[in-house]
C-alpha cells in the first residue's frame, strides 16, 4: 500500500468519528448551552457583584471554557477507557492494514473534533454576549492556531492517561493528582500577570504548567498582547509539549494494545 | 434482625472499597485540598479581587468546597449505580435481605465514607495557609454540623438520581444539567448576597435551590458575617431537603429493582 492508500483509509475513519460525533450533537448541544449560561452569569454578572472588575469577566469566562473542554476531553477518555475493556475499537483500528499513525492518529484527531465541537460555540457564545464588558482585540491566526495546539495537547494528554491507567485508577485518580492541581495552579480563573505583580517567583512557578500557556496563548489572541504571556513562548511551549506526548502517546498505545503483529510507521 | 441484616450489608460495602480506601484517602483528604486551597484560596482571590483578595480568599475558597463535596457524593454513588446496572446484584441483595436493608445500608455507607473523606478537609487548607486563610469566627462544631447536613443533602440528591437515570451513559449529562447549574446557582462562586446585588428579583427562586443552603452554611460557620443565612436556617434547610430527595430516591429505586 502506497501513502495515499493509507490516507485514504485514515479519511474514512476521520470521518467515521464525525458520524458518531454528530449522532450526539443534539445531546450534547443541550449539555453545553446550559454550561455556556452557568458560566455566562456567574462570571459575567455574579463574579462582578461579589468585587470582581468588570474587565476580568472575559478572561475569567475563557477560562471557565477551558475547564469546560478539560471536562469533555476527561468525559470522552473515560468512555473510550471503558471501550478499551469492551467493544475494543481502537483494537479494530489498530489491526487494519494500514500504517501504525493512521491507527493512532484516528482516535487522536476524533477526540479532538469531539471537543472543540462543543468548545467553539461555547467560547464565541460568550465571549461575545460579554463582549461589551472588555475591549477585544482578535488576532484570528492566533486564535486558530491556539484552539488547534490547545485541542491536541488536551486530547494527547487523555489518549495516554487512557492507555496508562486502569479504567478504576482513571476515574479515581486522574482528577486529583493532575487535572486537579493543572486546573487549580493553571491560571484559568485568574491572569499570569496579576499573580507576576504580587509575587514573581511564585508565577514563575506557575509556568511549569502547560495549562497556563494554554489560557495565556488564547487570552494573547483576543486580548491586546501586552496583558498575557508572550504568545511566541505560548505557542513554542505547547507545540513542544505536545511533539513529546505524540512520542509518549504511540508507546502507550502500542504498550497497552498489546499488538500480535509489530506494525511499521510508514 | 433488620439492624443486623443492614450492618452485614455494610460490611460487604466495606470489603468491595476497603481496597481503594488509602488511596481516596490520599486524593480526596491530602491531594485535593492542597490544590484547590492554594488556588481558590490564595491565587484566584489575588488574581480575582486585587488588593481586597486576602479579605474575600475564605469566601471564594468556602464557596468552593462545594463542588469537592458534590464530587465525593458523587462518586460514592457511582458504586450504586454501577451495581443498578450491573446484572442482578442488586436484585441478589434484595432477595436475600429486603429492599429497605439494602437501601439503609448502601445509603448510610455513602453519607459514612464521604463524611470521612471531606472530614480533613478544610483542617489540611488551614494547616497549609494558616493566617492567609482569614476565619475569624470558625466554630468546629457549626462547620462539622453543616458539613453533616451537605453530605445527607448532597447524597440523598444523587441517590435520587441514581434511581431516576435509564442507563449508565446519561451520567455525564446529569452531571452538566442536573447538578452544574445548581452549584453555581448555589453559591460555588458568588454567595446569595453577591448574586442578589445584582439580580434582586431572582430572591424568590434563588432560595428554592438547596445547595445555596449548603455554600452558605459553610461561610457562616467560618466567617460569622451577617451577610449570610444562618446555620439553623442552613441545617434545617438542608435535612428536609435530604428527607424529600432521600425519601424520593427510595420510592424510584424500589420502582426500578425488580423484586419478586
Redesign the interface.
Same mark, same amino acid.
Given at each position: 500500500m502506497n501513502i495515499s492508500d493509507h490516507l485514504s483509509i485514515g479519511w474514512h475513519l476521520v470521518r467515521r468519528e464525525a458520524y458518531v460525533a454528530v449522532r450526539s450533537l443534539k445531546?450534547d448541544a $443541550?449539555? /453545553?448551552s /446550559? *454550561?455556556i449560561?452557568?458560566?455566562v452569569?456567574?462570571?459575567g454578572? @455574579? *463574579? =462582578?457583584? %461579589?468585587? %470582581? =472588575?468588570s474587565a476580568?469577566c472575559v478572561p475569567?469566562y475563557l477560562g471557565a471554557v477551558v475547564v469546560m473542554a478539560l471536562?469533555f476531553g476527561y468525559?470522552r477518555g473515560g468512555v473510550m477507557s471503558i471501550d478499551l475493556n469492551a467493544a475494543k475499537t481502537m483494537h479494530f483500528y489498530t489491526s487494519l492494514p494500514v500504517s501504525l499513525w493512521v491507527s493512532l492518529g484516528v482516535p487522536l484527531i476524533g477526540s479532538m473534533l469531539r471537543i472543540m465541537l462543543l468548545t467553539i460555540p461555547a467560547g464565541a457564545l460568550g465571549v461575545w454576549w460579554l463582549s461589551d464588558q472588555s475591549v477585544l482585540v482578535f488576532s484570528w491566526w492566533r486564535l486558530l492556531l491556539m484552539v488547534v495546539l490547545g485541542h491536541l495537547f488536551l486530547a494527547l494528554l487523555f489518549m495516554i492517561a487512557l492507555f496508562r491507567l486502569t479504567t478504576?485508577q482513571y476515574?479515581?485518580?486522574l482528577?486529583?493528582?493532575l487535572l486537579? =492541581?493543572m @486546573?487549580?495552579?493553571g491560571?484559568l @480563573?485568574?491572569?499570569w500577570q496579576? $499573580?507576576a505583580r /504580587?509575587s514573581s517567583s /511564585?508565577a514563575q512557578l506557575?509556568l511549569l504548567n502547560p495549562m497556563v500557556h494554554l489560557i495565556e496563548g488564547i487570552r494573547g489572541a483576543v486580548f491586546e498582547p501586552a496583558h498575557s504571556l508572550p504568545f511566541a513562548m505560548t505557542s513554542v511551549v505547547l507545540a513542544g509539549l505536545s511533539a513529546l506526548l505524540v512520542a509518549w502517546y504511540a508507546y502507550a498505545a502500542t504498550r497497552r494494545l498489546e499488538l500480535v503483529v509489530q506494525k511499521g510507521s510508514s | 434482625m433488620f439492624i443486623s441484616r443492614v450492618a452485614v450489608l455494610m460490611l460487604r460495602e466495606w470489603y468491595r472499597c476497603k481496597h481503594g480506601a488509602w488511596r481516596d484517602m490520599i486524593n480526596y483528604s491530602l491531594l485535593w485540598p492542597f490544590s484547590a486551597g492554594i488556588g481558590f484560596a490564595y491565587l484566584a482571590p489575588i488574581g480575582l479581587f486585587g488588593a481586597a483578595g486576602p479579605d474575600k480568599a475564605a469566601e471564594l475558597f468556602l464557596g468552593s468546597f462545594l463542588i469537592q463535596a458534590a464530587v465525593v457524593c458523587f462518586m460514592q454513588t457511582l458504586a450504586v449505580m454501577r451495581e443498578r446496572f450491573s446484572p442482578a446484584m442488586l436484585e441478589y441483595h434484595v432477595s436475600v435481605t429486603s429492599f429497605s436493608a439494602v437501601f439503609c445500608a448502601r445509603f448510610l455507607f455513602s453519607i459514612i465514607c464521604a463524611f470521612c473523606l471531606l472530614f480533613f478537609y478544610i483542617p489540611v487548607v488551614k494547616l497549609l495557609l494558616g493566617g492567609r486563610l482569614a476565619t475569624p469566627h470558625l466554630s468546629w462544631v457549626s462547620y462539622y454540623w453543616i458539613l453533616f447536613c451537605v453530605v445527607f443533602c448532597i447524597v440523598s440528591y444523587m441517590y435520587f438520581w441514581a434511581g431516576f437515570i435509564g442507563s449508565m451513559r446519561v451520567l455525564g449529562s446529569i452531571w452538566k444539567r442536573g447538578t452544574e447549574p445548581f452549584l453555581y446557582l448555589g453559591g460555588l462562586w458568588a454567595p446569595a448576597y453577591a448574586i442578589l446585588k445584582v439580580f434582586p428579583s431572582w430572591s424568590p427562586y434563588l432560595w428554592l435551590n438547596p445547595f445555596l443552603y449548603a455554600s452558605e452554611g459553610f461561610r457562616q460557620a467560618a466567617l460569622g458575617s451577617e451577610q449570610f443565612a444562618s446555620i439553623s436556617t442552613c441545617a434545617s434547610v438542608l435535612l428536609v431537603a435530604g428527607c424529600l430527595l432521600s425519601v424520593a430516591a427510595y420510592g424510584m429505586l424500589r420502582r426500578r429493582i425488580v423484586v419478586v
Open positions: 445531546t $443541550i449539555d /453545553v /446550559v *454550561m449560561l452557568s458560566a452569569f456567574t462570571f454578572y @455574579f *463574579m =462582578p457583584g %461579589m468585587g %470582581m =472588575p476580568l475569567t471536562f468525559t478504576d476515574y479515581g485518580d482528577w486529583p493528582r486537579g =492541581p @486546573f487549580s495552579f491560571c @480563573f485568574f491572569t496579576a $499573580i /504580587v /511564585v506557575l | -
